[in-house]
């Protein structure tokens, strides 16, 4: 099995160099690339603020810990910040004043857990996780998903806060529901990390849109749109509208690219361009911002418009920068 496995692909890659493929190299790095060997850990983030996720995300890495629960704890930092008017507690309402939450996970063989619509859980991406490894189900929603986490020993709670209630009101006056490029409250957290034993993870996890209609849901909860996890390939979280990525599946748009052997970052680039093709009027009016690490540790970050940030971490020390942009 071994034997003729190691000859398919040594007869693919030399077929490939044969025929003078120009990603052969590539190709063939990603071919022997497949197992999860000792990598350095690192660990990536939407959004500059999230750099105290990244932190978090790195006190579980850098011990040797697992991907998941790493981004599961980065995840869980903007979800209890009062500040974070995107995510969690603290989150602004919809226009009928709710807060409703959506979040995911994925981990490396390929499952996933998720909740949408959410209301009164402090920290969805755990009771995400808990979808993933307590029930048969990979995404429970609204009142269901309430019950699910009462179940399993999460508290109900408030998640208004002062702020958002006041932001609210305020909004109330005009009622007007224009998103505006990087202000509309886009500070979904998308993480996704790859531990010292080379399993790579992810979660995403947010509030969603300030001042959305009452039962939207957007890209975060949903696999392939929000986050996408391969692990023999790579992991990509999106933030920004979620209506252009759920309609172009962004993630898993982003971690094919990298199958066909593109780096995280040509391959985030590619599926940017690619969504701006379809959709240039939405995307000239609104952000989308990807994050990608594939199975090498090497990461990417692109968005449509400037003003996209991210968080990376590796090596302890958690930095943030400015994503490069397509307009
Ligand atoms: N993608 C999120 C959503 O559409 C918003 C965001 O990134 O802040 O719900």
Not at 184 to 199: L, M, S, W
Not at 221 to 247: F, K, M, Q, W
Not at 308 to 316: E, P, Q
Request: hydrophobic share 40%; glycine share 12%; with cysteine.
């Amino acid at each position: 099995m071994q034997f003729s496995r190691r000859r398919f692909f040594q007869q693919t890659l030399l077929g490939a160099a044969l025929t003078g493929s120009s990603d052969f190299w590539s190709r063939a790095a990603n071919l022997m690339d497949h197992s999860n060997q000792k990598r350095s850990p690192v660990v990536i983030a939407t959004w500059g603020q999230n750099i105290k996720a990244t932190d978090a995300a790195w006190g579980i890495l850098g011990k040797g810990g697992y991907a998941l629960d790493a981004v599961e704890a980065g995840a869980r930092v903007p979800e209890a910040d009062p500040n974070d008017t995107s995510v969690g507690y603290g989150g602004f309402p919809d226009r009928d004043g709710n807060i409703t939450l959506d979040a995911c996970v994925m981990d490396e063989h390929g499952m996933a857990g998720s909740v949408s619509f959410l209301q009164h859980i402090m920290h969805p991406v755990s009771v995400a996780r808990q979808v993933m490894e307590k029930t048969p189900h990979v995404m429970l929603t609204g009142e269901g998903a309430l019950q699910f986490a009462l179940s399993q020993g999460f508290p109900r709670e408030n998640l208004l806060t002062e702020t958002a209630r006041k932001a609210w009101e305020e909004w109330k006056i005009k009622s007007e529901y224009k998103p505006k490029i990087n202000v509309e409250r886009h500070d979904t957290i998308g993480i996704v990390a790859q531990d010292a034993a080379g399993r790579l993870c992810g979660a995403c996890s947010t509030s969603g849109l300030a001042f959305k209609m009452h039962g939207r849901v957007g890209d975060s909860p949903i696999i392939g749109a929000g986050l996408y996890v391969d692990n023999e390939v790579g992991a990509v979280s999106c933030t920004g509208l979620g209506e252009i990525v759920l309609r172009s599946l962004g993630a898993f748009l982003a971690v094919e690219e990298m199958r066909r052997g593109a780096s995280p970052q040509k391959a985030v680039e590619t599926a940017i361009k690619r969504i701006y093709q379809k959709y240039p009027a939405q995307c000239k009016e609104n952000q989308i911002g990807f994050v990608a690490l594939d199975k090498k540790g090497r990461h990417g970050a692109y968005s449509v418009h400037t003003g996209f940030n991210y968080a990376i971490c590796r090596d302890g020390k958690s930095l943030v920068y400015e994503a490069g942009h397509l307009l």
